[in-house]
Nanobody, 115 residues
Framework: QVLLVESGGGLVQPGGSLRLSCAASRSLASFSAMGWYRQALGKERELVATITTVGRITYADAVKGRFTISRTSSTNTMYLQMNSLKPEDTAVYYC?????????WGQGTQVTVSS
């Protein structure tokens, strides 16, 4: 069983920064890819960023240039550095991991961008 635990969410003013963490219960090398998604109130869950085992990275257009996805294999942790935050970035952020045929999701962490 794979467990993913997100942390690092909170309340931040527009223009501020947050770093989200996603701690996995096993080696990141066992996943074909990992990613961050978000779901705002009343909206569907949407892709934020993904990273594959070979390091290929993709970003949603809405976060390009502001968010950075990374990982540290030694601690089995994936990160999302979020800079220049906007009110429209407010959402619950989830990490996921692909280990075919399964996909595991974390429980989510709330990010609120407001003055």
């Amino acid at each position: 069983q794979v467990l993913l635990v997100e942390s690092g969410g909170g309340l931040v003013q527009p223009g501020g920064s947050l770093r989200l963490s996603c701690a996995a219960s096993r080696s990141l090398a066992s996943f074909s890819a990992m990613g961050w998604y978000r779901q705002a109130l009343g909206k569907e869950r949407e892709l934020v960023a993904t990273i594959t085992t070979v390091g290929r990275i993709t970003y949603a257009d809405a976060v390009k240039g502001r968010f950075t996805i990374s990982r540290t294999s030694s601690t089995n942790t994936m990160y999302l550095q979020m800079n220049s935050l906007k009110p429209e970035d407010t959402a619950v952020y989830y990490c996921n991991a692909l280990h075919p045929p399964h996909t595991t999701w974390g429980q989510g962490t709330q990010v609120t961008v407001s003055s």
